[in-house]
């Protein structure tokens, strides 16, 4: 017992002097929650500081939408899937503002620190590759549950419009799904894109129109056979329809497989992105 304590108070450093560890010795053990944190924090920081252009401006382009559509169009008096067209792509906006800007803000993290010659700031602080994705994935599911919950506020005081929840699990599910497969999609582009132009191009010729044509405005039923494969094989159709089986309570697709479809595309997404990050692929010099 006295070797043990004399060896422990050998190994005690000097009063008012720090001993560092070993090279190659982990200090941190575990998950390191305050680094994660505090990545998170930055990145939600960042687009809140101008939650005008990040939040706000997303929400009244997406109502833009609803108005064009019921009111500019005269489709007031129109039912889809047996409910009134408003309350039919009410949800599918909401949804579609959601993947666009959860996309926006992941696509933009490490590419402008790319740009700007600051992207040592996210490789050497004491985080693991997952920790860093797992931070930024987070960030951007914030700001797109912003984004969503002001659509939802917009359209439940607009008059006309019904968007109460039917079923609360797959609003959360569809949700959070939809938005961590943008997530990752827009840190892919990040690590790929060299300048915005490449960002801006994924988001115009991959995003947009996989949005606009995930059935946000129609039911794919109307549609012929092979537009009927093409957006069965479009992901943005799964997230949508059903996040708006949540408040309608129908789809025009199977719930329970788009539900696993989307879990299957986000792990190997994580995958993807995790493996890239590891090998600092266009990102280490």
Request: aromatic fraction near 14%.
């Amino acid at each position: 017992m006295l070797d043990q304590t004399n060896k422990d108070q050998t190994n005690q450093p000097p009063l008012g002097e720090t001993r560092f560890a070993e090279p190659g010795v982990a200090v941190i053990r575990g998950v390191n929650w305050a680094g994660f944190l505090a990545l998170y924090w930055k990145e939600v920081r960042r687009f809140f500081k101008v939650q005008l252009q990040t939040v706000w401006a997303p929400s009244i382009t997406t109502l833009l939408f609803l108005v064009i559509f019921t009111v500019a169009m005269g489709r007031g008096d129109r039912s889809v899937l047996g409910v009134p067209f408003a309350d039919f792509i009410a949800p599918g906006l909401i949804c579609m503002g959601m993947l666009q800007n959860a996309f926006a803000n992941s696509s933009f993290s490490m590419l402008v620190g790319k740009i700007q010659g600051t992207i040592i700031d996210y490789l050497t602080p004491p985080l693991s590759v997952g920790e860093l994705l797992a931070a930024l994935v987070a960030a951007s599911m914030t700001r797109a549950a912003l984004v969503g919950f002001a659509v939802w506020l917009a359209m439940f005081f607009w008059p006309g419009v019904d968007v109460s929840v039917a079923h609360w699990w797959a609003v959360l599910w569809f949700g959070i799904m939809g938005s961590a497969m943008l997530s990752f999609l827009g840190v892919l582009t990040s690590i790929w894109a060299e300048k915005f132009d490449h960002a801006a191009a994924v988001t115009n010729f991959v995003v947009a129109p996989l949005a606009l044509l995930s059935g946000t405005f129609y039911a794919i039923d109307r549609l012929s056979p092979v537009f009927q494969a093409v957006s069965h094989a479009n992901p943005f159709f799964y997230a949508i329809s059903g996040f708006r089986y949540g408040f309608l309570g129908v789809a025009d697709s199977p719930i329970m497989q788009g539900a696993i479809i989307l879990l299957a595309i986000n792990v190997g997404l994580a995958a993807i992105c995790y493996f890239l990050l590891q090998s600092g692929w266009k990102i280490k010099s």
